[in-house]
């Protein structure tokens, strides 16, 4: 009986341990959305939708990413960076783009509109919320404390 219990109660613990390991996305992949371009698009397939961007740079010793990175600027507060060609990060920073994510959220909206399409963040610093993807990609916003004014969003890589 007693083996019976010990057996019953490291199984538990286990599987306890098992669960506190589990990463639950707050979001999917299909979440990460901004400017109707999604994490992972092709610069072909923005291009198309943007055309050419008003500045672009283009470097192979990024300080965050590895591989051969460009940095597409379209007008003053959006920009979009590729990782050997595809989409790895978005960024509005302007208010009145009309840059949105994919369920209406824009720089210039509340933090209080932000958990109405999202939830609750999962990550809360005191000026930066991040939503998390089940991968290393996620929505984050930057926010005005004092008036819970958003005034940067980003999705994608996190890294």
């Known amino acids: 009986m007693v083996n019976v219990v010990k057996n019953i109660l490291s199984v538990m613990v286990f599987v306890f341990l098992l669960m506190g390991n589990i990463c639950f996305a707050s979001i999917s992949k299909d979440d990460l959305v901004l400017g109707n371009i999604h994490y992972g698009d092709s610069l072909v397939q923005v291009e198309s939708s943007y055309g050419s961007p008003d500045k672009e740079t283009l470097t192979m010793k990024h300080p965050l990413w590895n591989g051969i990175i460009r940095e597409a600027r379209y007008g ?84």
Do not use: C
């Open 76 to 159: 003053k507060g959006f920009l979009v960076t590729y990782r050997n060609g595809n989409v790895i990060f978005i960024q509005s920073f302007e208010d009145n783009n009309g840059i949105e994510t994919g369920k209406g959220l824009s720089v210039g909206m509340s933090t209080e509109d932000a958990i109405n399409l999202y939830g609750e963040p999962d990550v809360k610093y005191l000026r930066h919320w991040i939503w998390e993807t089940d991968g290393n990609e996620g929505l984050s916003i930057s926010f005005d404390n004092n008036t819970n004014e958003i005034f940067f969003i980003s999705v994608g890589a996190l890294d």
